[in-house]
């Protein structure tokens, strides 16, 4: 037989009825019409393959398609207890069509129990539970697919997936009672012919044809945009709109999901709902969501889109199991997910994940918000986030975000790492630039979060360890920009080769680390936490004193300047030339001080870099672990150069005949130790002191001493002229 296929323009993954539209046209046709039916995603709408061509889709539905009975008799509001409005009930009561005889079956079936029961109103509580379990037993086997996915009968109590409210309805609005109204205005009960303006509307909500008078009617959480309310029309408030085909098919395909009750390690509940695709909901990833939503929200929904042919069966196949892990574990919220998707913890040829959120809107009704989609694509970077899974960090910092006494500000911490986590994990592929800058703002983000752990006891009592991230973060983060390349130099203090044992390294300035291991240190070891607030520079000279103080204080026997990885003087050029951000160098050493080791690949010297002042050249020898100098051969093996204790309050003072005197003194220094000749004369004009001195912590590469040596300290042949003596040299 000849296959047609069909583009269905009126099912989009968005709005979730649309969405669900699809999958109830489908499941109908494969179970109605032709068992071989095939359906997939395709250029934002679904695409039906079966020997049904487009006018014979509409005819099927027009003429020949049995409703499945959809039911909720344990609802109030449903039609089976006095004071619902009872207009479908009755009219399917008294079909005389065959296409209803199943409907009316299943609402006999539903009556006998409730009046075995002699049940006058809805039950409630233990009542509600002992009808559930006797309906289930008596419906015809037709009824059960809708009983299997509005409700789920638990050991202790039934439980309700999220898709369909609470067990088919949302607050007032019963979803099944809706459901036969609008079939009754669709197809008439008693010749099962359809009713006028059927064939309009069966047009719009399979092809999008335009139809004027949609009705006005209840759609619940499904379609936000036709819900009505404020602004929704021309005027000050609109009514809610639908198209009852919309409606009726889009609950035809929510039973296409299925629902189990298991229990979970991870919750202190005697059972949790596992529904397919759902999970706890994350305000990150959307930009109309916050914290506090997720409070009120229901759930996250991720809806699998598939873009190669699939019958009914394995789609229900696919829908029913909903299996997704992350790890060895399943996953558990939005961020969760993300992960999962980005990790391939995902297969069976899902392409994409429309992603919903059950959120509180319009007072107290939940609306199914469209929030991302997502697409099924491998991203090592997500994998960088296992690493904050270590000592359990990821999870206890979330956990304290959202406490109920958390602090405003931690809980817009929690919301910018959550949405860092969540952009570093989300398929790119953009630009190298594009990636590296989602690894940097995570890092910033870690930073942040550690930065409110250092300051406040109460918070390092929740959250017991530091994060602590291997080398790869920083080279994904890598975009070689000077701005990175001072801010790992920074980071990378205190962790170089020739730094002597008992250093401490940069991290813990920023927060209380123990010298082993990641976790919090002893009182005793938070002297050394001085980055705190203010300016880049101003933090670089408390950690420059810090250092020197506690050197000298413990005798050591160099200077704990050294770093695993320096800076270019590319880089140290445009810092003293002001042409870097402060504030993201500053966000951006917070976080990569928690990496281990940092290591940046060798770039040259521009041509077209900011010159640097002949005044840092002469000034940086001594502001460098001796051993390095000696490693290098610009010291002799028991020659010294130390740091003049007054040098650097001239530098800090402000007074450029102070800080011209520093530089001298440094220059006499050098060449004491054997630097040779210094230029003469340098002053101070057009210096910043504070600025140098923040310069002067920052570690260089080892090779570029050399060139700092022979700029500040040439062979006599080499000197210049005296005009040229003193400011900036290339």
Same mark, same amino acid.
């Given at each position: 037989?000849?296959?047609?296929?069909?583009?269905?323009?009126?099912?989009?993954?968005?709005?979730?009825?649309?969405?669900?539209?699809?999958?109830?046209?489908?499941?109908?046709?494969?179970?109605?019409?032709?068992?071989?039916?095939?359906?997939?995603?395709?250029?934002?709408?679904?695409?039906?393959?079966?020997?049904?061509?487009?006018?014979? *889709? @509409?005819?099927?539905?027009?003429?020949?398609?049995?409703? =499945?009975?959809?039911?909720?008799?344990?609802?109030?509001?449903?039609?089976?207890?006095?004071?619902?409005?009872?207009?479908?009930?009755?009219?399917?009561?008294?079909?005389?069509?065959?296409?209803?005889?199943?409907?009316?079956?299943?609402?006999?079936?539903?009556?006998?129990?409730?009046?075995?029961?002699?049940?006058?109103?809805?039950?409630?509580?233990?009542?509600?539970?002992?009808?559930?379990?006797?309906?289930?037993?008596?419906?015809?086997?037709?009824?059960?697919?809708?009983?299997?996915?509005?409700?789920?009968?638990?050991?202790?109590?039934?439980?309700?997936?999220?898709?369909?409210?609470?067990?088919?309805?949302?607050? #007032?609005?019963?979803?099944?009672?809706?459901?036969?109204?609008?079939?009754?205005?669709?197809?008439?009960?008693?010749?099962?012919? $359809?009713? $006028?303006?059927?064939?309009?509307?069966? +047009?719009?909500?399979?092809?999008?044809?335009?139809?004027?008078?949609?009705?006005?009617?209840?759609?619940?959480?499904?379609?936000?945009?036709?819900?009505?309310?404020?602004?929704?029309?021309?005027?000050?408030?609109?009514?809610?709109?639908?198209?009852?085909?919309?409606?009726?098919?889009? *609950?035809?395909?929510?039973?296409?999901?299925?629902?189990?009750?298991?229990? &979970?390690?991870?919750?202190?509940?005697?059972?949790?709902?596992?529904?397919?695709?759902?999970?706890?909901?994350?305000?990150?990833?959307?930009?109309?969501?916050?914290?506090?939503?997720?409070?009120?929200?229901?759930?996250?929904?991720?809806?699998?889109?598939?873009?190669?042919?699939?019958?009914?069966?394995?789609?229900?196949?696919?829908?029913?199991?909903? &299996?997704?892990?992350?790890?060895?574990?399943?996953?558990?919220?939005?961020?969760?997910? %993300?992960?999962?998707?980005?990790?391939?913890?995902?297969?069976?040829?899902?392409?994409?994940?429309?992603?919903?959120?059950?959120?509180?809107?319009?007072?107290?009704?939940?609306?199914?918000?469209?929030?991302?989609?997502?697409?099924?694509?491998?991203?090592?970077?997500?994998?960088?986030?296992?690493?904050?899974?270590?000592?359990?960090?990821?999870?206890?910092?979330?956990?304290?975000?959202?406490?109920? @006494?958390?602090?405003?500000?931690?809980?817009?911490?929690?919301?910018?790492?959550?949405?860092?986590?969540?952009?570093?994990?989300?398929?790119?592929?953009?630009?190298?630039?594009?990636?590296?800058? &989602?690894?940097?703002?995570?890092?910033?983000?870690?930073?942040?979060?550690?930065?409110?752990?250092?300051?406040?006891?109460?918070?390092?009592?929740?959250?017991?360890?530091?994060?602590?991230?291997?080398?790869?973060?920083?080279?994904?983060?890598?975009?070689?920009?000077?701005?990175? #390349?001072?801010?790992?130099?920074?980071?990378?203090?205190?962790?170089?080769?020739?730094?002597?044992?008992?250093? $401490?390294?940069?991290?813990?300035?920023?927060?209380?680390?123990?010298?082993?291991?990641?976790?919090?240190?002893?009182?005793?070891?938070?002297?050394?936490?001085?980055? +705190?607030?203010? =300016?880049? %520079?101003?933090?670089?000279?408390?950690?420059?004193?810090?250092?020197?103080?506690?050197?000298?204080?413990?005798?050591?026997?160099?200077?704990?300047?050294?770093?695993?990885?320096?800076?270019?003087?590319?880089?140290?050029?445009?810092?003293?030339? !002001?042409? =870097?951000?402060?504030?993201?160098?500053?966000? *951006?050493?917070?976080?990569?001080?928690?990496?281990?080791?940092?290591?940046?690949?060798? !770039?040259?010297?521009? $041509?077209?870099?900011?010159?640097?002042?002949?005044?840092?050249?002469?000034?940086?020898?001594?502001?460098?672990?001796?051993?390095?100098?000696?490693?290098?051969? *610009?010291?002799?093996?028991?020659?010294?150069?130390?740091?003049?204790? =007054?040098?650097?309050?001239?530098?800090?003072?402000?007074?450029?005949?102070?800080?011209?005197?520093?530089?001298?003194?440094?220059?006499?220094?050098?060449?004491?130790?054997?630097?040779?000749?210094?230029?003469?004369?340098?002053?101070?004009?057009?210096?910043?002191?504070?600025?140098?001195?923040?310069?002067?912590?920052?570690?260089?590469?080892?090779?570029?001493?050399?060139?700092?040596?022979?700029?500040?300290?040439?062979?006599?042949?080499?000197?210049?002229?005296?005009?040229?003596?003193?400011?900036?040299?290339?």
């Amino acid at each position: 037989m000849t296959t047609f296929e069909i583009a269905l323009p009126g099912c989009a993954p968005a709005p979730l009825a649309s969405y669900l539209k699809a999958l109830g046209i489908l499941r109908l046709v494969a179970e109605q019409a032709d068992a071989d039916a095939r359906g997939w995603w395709q250029g934002g709408h679904f695409v039906l393959a079966s020997t049904l061509d487009a006018d014979g *889709l @509409e005819a099927f539905f027009l003429d020949r398609y049995a409703p =499945t009975p959809i039911i909720a008799p344990w609802n109030g509001g449903s039609g089976f207890y006095d004071g619902d409005n009872r207009r479908g009930i009755e009219a399917l009561v008294a079909a005389a069509s065959p296409r209803f005889a199943g409907y009316a079956a299943a609402i006999a079936s539903a009556e006998r129990v409730r009046d075995a029961l002699g049940l006058q109103a809805s039950p409630k509580n233990e009542e509600k539970a002992g009808f559930l379990a006797r309906l289930r037993g008596a419906l015809p086997d037709d009824a059960l697919a809708w009983f299997d996915a509005a409700v789920v009968l638990g050991s202790d109590q039934p439980l309700y997936p999220p898709l369909l409210g609470t067990g088919g309805n949302d607050g #007032r609005l019963d979803f099944t009672n809706n459901f036969m109204q609008r079939l009754v205005e669709l197809l008439d009960p008693l010749t099962g012919r $359809p009713m $006028p303006g059927s064939a309009a509307l069966i +047009g719009e909500a399979l092809f999008g044809a335009p139809v004027p008078g949609l009705l006005s009617a209840a759609v619940g959480q499904f379609a936000p945009g036709s819900a009505g309310g404020p602004n929704a029309t021309a005027g000050l408030e609109g009514d809610s709109r639908v198209n009852p085909w919309d409606f009726v098919l889009m *609950l035809e395909g929510a039973m296409v999901f299925a629902a189990a009750a298991t229990r &979970r390690n991870e919750t202190a509940d005697a059972a949790a709902l596992s529904f397919p695709f759902t999970v706890r909901p994350t305000a990150a990833g959307s930009g109309h969501a916050v914290l506090k939503d997720e409070g009120s929200s229901r759930a996250e929904l991720w809806m699998p889109l598939w873009a190669r042919p699939a019958g009914f069966a394995e789609v229900r196949g696919l829908l029913a199991e909903g &299996r997704i892990t992350l790890g060895h574990r399943p996953v558990r919220d939005g961020l969760d997910f %993300v992960r999962a998707v980005s990790s391939l913890g995902v297969d069976r040829g899902i392409s994409r994940f429309q992603r919903f959120g059950l959120m509180m809107r319009s007072g107290k009704a939940y609306l199914a918000t469209p929030m991302t989609q997502v697409r099924v694509q491998r991203n090592a970077r997500a994998d960088l986030i296992d690493q904050l899974d270590t000592d359990g960090w990821l999870g206890s910092f979330r956990r304290l975000t959202r406490h109920s @006494e958390a602090p405003a500000r931690l809980s817009g911490i929690g919301r910018r790492l959550d949405q860092a986590l969540f952009d570093l994990a989300t398929p790119d592929g953009k630009t190298a630039t594009a990636d590296a800058a &989602r690894v940097q703002a995570a890092l910033m983000a870690l930073g942040d979060a550690v930065h409110h752990l250092a300051h406040s006891r109460k918070a390092r009592e929740a959250v017991r360890f530091l994060p602590r991230l291997d080398q790869q973060w920083a080279q994904d983060a890598d975009d070689a920009s000077d701005d990175f #390349r001072l801010a790992a130099a920074i980071a990378g203090l205190g962790a170089g080769a020739g730094e002597q044992t008992g250093a $401490p390294p940069l991290l813990a300035h920023i927060a209380p680390v123990a010298d082993r291991g990641g976790r919090w240190a002893e009182t005793s070891q938070q002297q050394r936490v001085v980055w +705190g607030e203010g =300016t880049l %520079v101003d933090a670089l000279i408390r950690v420059l004193r810090r250092r020197l103080i506690d050197a000298e204080r413990t005798g050591a026997d160099d200077k704990p300047l050294a770093g695993k990885s320096g800076a270019d003087l590319a880089a140290i050029a445009a810092f003293l030339a !002001r042409d =870097t951000d402060d504030d993201r160098i500053e966000a *951006l050493v917070r976080g990569l001080a928690l990496v281990k080791g940092i290591w940046l690949p060798k !770039r040259t010297f521009s $041509p077209t870099a900011p010159p640097f002042p002949a005044a840092y050249a002469a000034l940086k020898p001594l502001f460098m672990p001796e051993a390095l100098l000696r490693a290098e051969r *610009l010291l002799g093996a028991e020659i010294r150069l130390p740091l003049p204790a =007054t040098l650097l309050g001239q530098l800090l003072s402000g007074d450029h005949r102070r800080i011209a005197d520093a530089i001298r003194q440094a220059q006499s220094r050098a060449c004491v130790a054997g630097f040779g000749h210094s230029f003469r004369g340098l002053g101070a004009a057009g210096l910043e002191g504070r600025r140098l001195a923040a310069a002067l912590l920052i570690p260089i590469r080892a090779g570029d001493v050399r060139r700092l040596v022979a700029i500040a300290y040439p062979a006599p042949e080499a000197l210049p002229m005296p005009a040229q003596q003193e400011g900036s040299v290339p």
